[in-house]
């Protein structure tokens, strides 16, 4: 019933499939039932570049308190993805993964949850004026339970006695950052007053094993320098810009 001839793509055996479901609706009822998680998860790189970035992260303890919580987030983090090298076909690695977003893994997921309450929230750890984020203290939890110890969704996630906090969705801070910079051409004598963004600016789709559909995504950065001003060069402030220069490269 379903096309096979030499010229058949997926998308015509899926368009004769639902032909064929419109044909006996009468007599059926159709349900898709969608599920969360990930299918699969590959880690780029090699296991050493892991490791060397477990090794930097002892570094942010010695920048306050705040850093201190936040690199024991990152560590843990870390320390299983490292483990997902060694041991991919772990149940204790797949369950790792499986609570990225949500303590509960799938069965916290396509609820109209409001809240993370997985790991991804060691990510999460300060908002784009640099405030630590703001996260559910125990008594939220209770308010928000019929039990005292907190919905599924907010229920704390803890591995290897490691706590992560659970914050709201909507809190989740830019993955992008804005710095002015000005530019000053001197073969011109223009001054430019600009804005560069940068970060982690979406995601890149791709085909696995040449199967011509998108089913494998991985973060993507990017930067974009904007104009937002042109101007003729002071000589004033210019003349300060070299004399800065001059200290910096130690010029007589």
């Avoid at 969705?169 to 000005?182: G, N, S, T, Y």
């Avoid at 982690?200 to 789709?205: C, F, I, P, W």
Wanted: hydrophobic residues 40%; proline residues 4%.
């Amino acid at each position: 019933m379903l096309p096979d001839f030499s010229t058949t793509t997926d998308n015509d055996i899926s368009v004769a499939a639902m032909v064929m479901m419109a044909t006996t609706k009468a007599y059926f009822e159709y349900i898709a039932l969608c599920g969360c998680g990930f299918p699969s998860v590959t880690l780029v790189g090699e296991r050493e570049d892991w490791v060397k970035l477990l090794e930097k992260l002892p570094k942010l303890a010695t920048f306050g308190d705040e850093p201190t919580e936040w690199s024991k987030l990152l560590v843990k983090v870390v320390e299983k993805m490292i483990e997902t090298f060694d041991r991919p076909d772990d149940e204790d690695t797949k369950e790792f993964w499986m609570k990225a977003v949500h303590r509960a893994g799938a069965e916290a997921s396509g609820r109209g949850i409001d809240t993370l309450s997985g790991w991804i929230t060691a990510f999460c750890f300060w908002d784009k004026e640099g405030q630590k984020i703001r996260q559910y203290t125990d008594e939220n939890i209770k308010m928000f339970s019929f039990d005292g110890e907190g919905d599924e969704d907010r229920k704390r996630l803890v591995i290897d006695d490691v706590v992560f906090p659970i914050i709201r969705a909507k809190q989740l801070p830019q993955a992008v950052v804005e710095v002015p910079v000005k530019v000053l051409d001197t073969s011109t004598m223009l001054d430019y007053d600009t804005t560069i963004i940068a970060g982690s600016v979406g995601m890149t789709a791709t085909a696995s094993e040449n199967k011509g559909v998108f089913d494998t995504f991985q973060p993507r950065s990017g930067w974009w320098m904007l104009l937002d001003k042109v101007k003729p060069i002071d000589r004033e402030e210019l003349d300060k810009y070299v004399d800065i220069r001059r200290e910096d490269v130690n010029v007589p």
